[in-house]
């Protein structure tokens, strides 16, 4: 005999069955939090969708390997400066002998250590060669 309602199914009477087992002070807070769970899942659902949707439109530049990030002047595009065949030379290119003449390379100062700090409790130097 049927009676026009569709029989409940066994994931309904399950989850009536916890619902109903839980003390009454609990069963709202937690059907809240379910609600909101399913809430949040389909609203970041859409927001994905929606920013496939932009990036369809609106393609970006793929990003390059890791490792081979390369420079922000890699993507300015059309904002590019031009590329200049050659470079000028300067005044300072036409000096020949009178060109100031080059410092030498320095040696990089060395750090002092915690042996430089010992004063007379540091070893005593040997004169022998050994």
Not at 77 to 85: E, N, T
Not at 108 to 123: E, F, I, T, V
Request: hydrophobic share 40%; glycine share 10%; with cysteine.
């Amino acid at each position: 005999m049927e009676t026009g309602q569709p029989q409940a199914s066994i994931a309904k009477n399950i989850f009536e069955g916890i619902v109903q087992f839980l003390p009454d002070w609990l069963q709202i807070p937690i059907l809240c939090l379910i609600i909101l769970l399913i809430v949040l899942g389909w609203v970041s659902s859409v927001r994905k969708k929606i920013a496939r949707r932009r990036a369809a439109r609106n393609p970006q530049p793929v990003p390059t390997a890791l490792g081979s990030q390369g420079s922000g002047a890699d993507h300015l595009g059309q904002y590019a400066p031009a590329q200049q065949a050659a470079q000028q030379p300067s005044g300072a290119d036409y000096l020949g002998q009178y060109a100031p003449a080059q410092p030498a390379p320095q040696a990089a100062p060395q750090q002092p250590s915690g042996a430089d700090y010992l004063g007379s409790y540091a070893p005593q130097q040997r004169r022998d060669g050994h």
